[in-house]
């Protein structure tokens, strides 16, 4: 029977109390460090730091409500190639899904890391956690956080991001250690659960109180999924309706200045180089004019349709629905909400289930010899 | 139907197979209609999925994409590749109404001069049914 210990919070609140959680982690000799998101500032943006020496833990947030990326990526950065020693990193659920996406395309790997994975409630955008710090500081601000969402919601008109509002994932799947926020009473203790034998071992030599087993996680979970599942479905059902030609297509991106950051800020956009920022791209004057001149007018910059769909060819079949490309995006365009409506298709159409099997190979990685007889036209 | 309606079609065909048979079609005179404009792949797996989106961007009322029957591609499995390719797009382009019929894939052996005629034939006859893509008049695009 797999571990459950309980992280035991007193007077100093739970942030505190996930410090002390952490500090003790790292004593373990098997471990040279912990990534997990640090206020370096008093209000500035908390971020993925890599922390080698457990007193520098004391700014250590991961209840923040603040999600600046995906850390996904710098997982990756961190895990490809050996260094022969082991870290933990502590991340959403998103992130973990986007970062086995990355260990299956040899993009990381996850010889060397404990992945301790965080039940995820939502954030906010990077606009919106601004706002809602104000001038409080970070640390008290995410325990308010906390406290409001068990009391019924968010309070002063703030909404979690757009994609977290239709995340039907808030719990970690493939993580060494699941640190359970669904259910707990941040006032009392928080339960961790062991969730593979490299986490077992770990947190069995933590030496920590065992939590008795109770339901009021499961619950809260299937209450939040299905709530969340509704939310998606009506999200995909409008953006269906908005996107149902080319023509509406384009309206739904005409604010898009072909900048990419929704294609930097992905982590499963997986080119090393993109095509977009190649001299594929670095037209000539006189095809402007040439392409202006067929249609009477020319929307420039070009090829914003043609970019975003053949982002999609790529990255849609691993799409995370982390909402990252809509935090990236300077003119608002609800980039999170079309990828997502357009990644439930390519990914029903290939049964894949991104980020939740290691086993399951990326679609366009594999083919078989016997499939997909409906795709080929035959003559009559 | 519109019979007046000349849709624009660009397909893209394997140089062992299909290419061929489109080169036989022609040289036993075979009727076939203007509509299409192909383009020499060395194989199907060559085809890449931003070549088909370019295409129905750029005028292109449908794609063909044609390669060797299965078991006959000369690098072994590149028209299994290309399936899957057209099988995502179909999938993606749907989603902006973009018919299914408008990306279409066969196999198409080097012998089978008729069957490409007739494969060509019967896809105009469906984009005549569809009609034209609306991205021809799109400044947007
Ligand atoms: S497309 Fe957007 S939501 Fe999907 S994985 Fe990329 S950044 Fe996250
Ligand atoms: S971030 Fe926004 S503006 Fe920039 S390319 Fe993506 S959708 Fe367009
Ligand atoms: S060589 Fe003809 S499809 Fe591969």
Same mark, same amino acid.
Request: charged share 20%; glycine share 8%; with cysteine.
């Given at each position: 029977?797999?571990?459950?210990?309980?992280?035991?919070?007193?007077?100093?609140?739970?942030?505190?109390?996930?410090?002390?959680?952490?500090?003790?982690?790292?004593?373990?000799?098997?471990?040279?460090?912990?990534?997990?998101?640090?206020?370096?500032?008093?209000?500035?943006?908390?971020?993925?730091?890599?922390?080698?020496?457990?007193?520098?833990?004391?700014?250590?947030?991961?209840?923040?409500?603040?999600?600046?990326?995906?850390?996904?990526?710098?997982?990756?950065?961190?895990?490809?190639?050996?260094?022969?020693?082991?870290?933990?990193?502590?991340?959403?659920?998103?992130?973990?899904?986007?970062?086995?996406?990355?260990?299956?395309?040899?993009?990381?790997?996850?010889?060397?890391?404990?992945?301790?994975?965080?039940?995820?409630?939502?954030?906010?955008?990077?606009?919106?956690?601004?706002?809602?710090?104000?001038?409080?500081?970070?640390?008290?601000?995410?325990?308010?956080?906390?406290?409001?969402?068990?009391?019924?919601?968010?309070?002063?008109?703030?909404?979690?991001?757009?994609?977290?509002?239709?995340?039907?994932?808030?719990?970690?799947?493939?993580?060494?250690?699941?640190?359970?926020?669904?259910?707990?009473?941040?006032?009392?203790?928080?339960?961790?659960?062991?969730?593979?034998?490299?986490?077992?071992?770990?947190?069995?030599?933590?030496?920590?109180?065992?939590?008795?087993?109770?339901?009021?996680?499961?619950?809260?979970?299937?209450?939040?999924?299905?709530?969340?599942?509704?939310?998606?479905?009506?999200?995909?059902?409008?953006?269906?309706?908005?996107?149902?030609?080319?023509?509406?297509?384009?309206?739904?991106?005409?604010?898009?200045?072909?900048?990419?950051?929704?294609?930097?800020?992905?982590?499963?956009?997986?080119?090393?180089?993109?095509?977009?920022?190649?001299?594929?791209?670095?037209?000539?004057?006189?095809?402007?004019?040439?392409?202006?001149?067929?249609?009477?007018?020319?929307?420039?910059?070009?090829?914003?349709?043609?970019?975003?769909?053949?982002?999609?060819?790529?990255?849609?079949?691993?799409?995370?629905?982390?909402?990252?490309?809509?935090?990236?995006?300077?003119?608002?365009?609800?980039?999170?909400?079309?990828?997502?409506?357009?990644?439930?298709?390519?990914?029903?159409?290939?049964?894949?289930?991104?980020?939740?099997?290691?086993?399951?190979?990326?679609?366009?990685?594999?083919?078989?010899?016997?499939?997909?007889?409906?795709?080929?036209?035959?003559?009559? | 139907?519109?019979?007046?309606?000349?849709?624009?079609?660009?397909?893209?065909?394997?140089?062992?197979?299909?290419?061929?048979?489109?080169?036989?079609?022609?040289?036993?005179?075979?009727?076939?209609?203007?509509?299409?404009?192909?383009?020499?792949?060395?194989?199907?797996?060559?085809?890449?999925?931003?070549?088909?989106?370019?295409?129905?961007?750029?005028?292109?009322?449908?794609?063909?994409?044609?390669?060797?029957?299965?078991?006959?591609?000369?690098?072994?499995?590149?028209?299994?590749?290309? %399936? =899957? !390719? +057209? /099988? #995502?797009?179909?999938?993606?382009? &749907?989603?902006?109404?973009?018919? %299914? =019929? !408008? +990306? /279409? #894939?066969?196999?198409?052996?080097? &012998?089978?001069?008729?069957?490409?005629?007739?494969? +060509?034939?019967?896809?105009?006859?469906?984009?005549?049914?569809?009609?034209?893509?609306?991205?021809?008049?799109?400044?947007?695009?």
């Amino acid at each position: 029977m797999a571990t459950t210990a309980r992280i035991q919070i007193d007077g100093q609140g739970p942030v505190v109390a996930l410090q002390g959680f952490f500090r003790r982690l790292l004593e373990d000799e098997s471990l040279s460090g912990v990534m997990l998101p640090v206020h370096l500032f008093r209000h500035g943006m908390p971020m993925p730091t890599l922390v080698t020496r457990p007193d520098q833990l004391d700014r250590a947030d991961p209840l923040a409500p603040a999600f600046p990326m995906n850390s996904a990526k710098l997982v990756s950065r961190l895990t490809r190639g050996a260094t022969g020693e082991r870290i933990a990193v502590v991340m959403r659920p998103c992130e973990i899904r986007a970062f086995i996406e990355l260990v299956k395309l040899n993009q990381g790997s996850l010889e060397e890391v404990i992945l301790i994975g965080m039940d995820c409630p939502g954030a906010f955008d990077n606009a919106h956690y601004k706002e809602f710090l104000g001038d409080r500081e970070g640390m008290a601000a995410s325990v308010q956080f906390h406290a409001s969402l068990s009391n019924g919601g968010l309070a002063g008109g703030f909404e979690l991001a757009p994609a977290c509002r239709v995340c039907e994932y808030p719990s970690p799947h493939g993580a060494d250690m699941v640190i359970g926020l669904h259910g707990a009473d941040l006032g009392s203790a928080i339960p961790v659960m062991a969730t593979s034998a490299r986490g077992e071992a770990l947190l069995g030599a933590m030496g920590l109180p065992e939590e008795s087993p109770d339901d009021r996680r499961e619950k809260a979970l299937a209450a939040l999924t299905a709530t969340r599942v509704q939310a998606r479905d009506a999200m995909m059902e409008q953006v269906s309706a908005r996107t149902g030609t080319l023509e509406q297509l384009a309206e739904y991106l005409s604010g898009c200045v072909n900048c990419y950051n929704c294609r930097v800020a992905c982590p499963v956009c997986y080119c090393k180089e993109c095509v977009f920022n190649t001299d594929v791209f670095e037209h000539k004057p006189w095809q402007y004019l040439g392409w202006a001149k067929r249609k009477g007018s020319l929307k420039l910059p070009t090829d914003t349709v043609f970019y975003h769909l053949t982002r999609m060819a790529h990255m849609s079949t691993a799409c995370v629905g982390c909402g990252q490309c809509s935090n990236a995006c300077p003119n608002g365009v609800e980039v999170v909400e079309l990828f997502r409506t357009v990644a439930a298709r390519t990914q029903a159409g290939f049964d894949y289930l991104p980020g939740l099997s290691l086993d399951q190979a990326p679609p366009l990685t594999v083919f078989k010899e016997d499939e997909f007889q409906d795709t080929v036209s035959h003559l009559a | 139907m519109n019979q007046d309606f000349e849709p624009a079609i660009l397909a893209f065909v394997c140089n062992w197979c299909t290419y061929t048979a489109a080169d036989l079609a022609g040289t036993s005179r075979m009727t076939q209609q203007p509509n299409v404009r192909l383009v020499r792949m060395m194989c199907t797996g060559m085809v890449d999925p931003k070549y088909v989106i370019k295409s129905l961007l750029s005028g292109a009322d449908g794609v063909l994409i044609s390669g060797c029957h299965p078991g006959d591609c000369h690098y072994q499995n590149g028209n299994y590749k290309a %399936r =899957r !390719r +057209v /099988r #995502l797009l179909n999938e993606i382009l &749907s989603q902006f109404g973009i018919d %299914r =019929r !408008r +990306v /279409r #894939l066969t196999w198409v052996g080097a &012998s089978e001069g008729q069957e490409f005629a007739a494969t +060509v034939n019967n896809f105009i006859n469906d984009l005549r049914e569809l009609g034209p893509l609306d991205s021809r008049g799109l400044a947007a695009l």
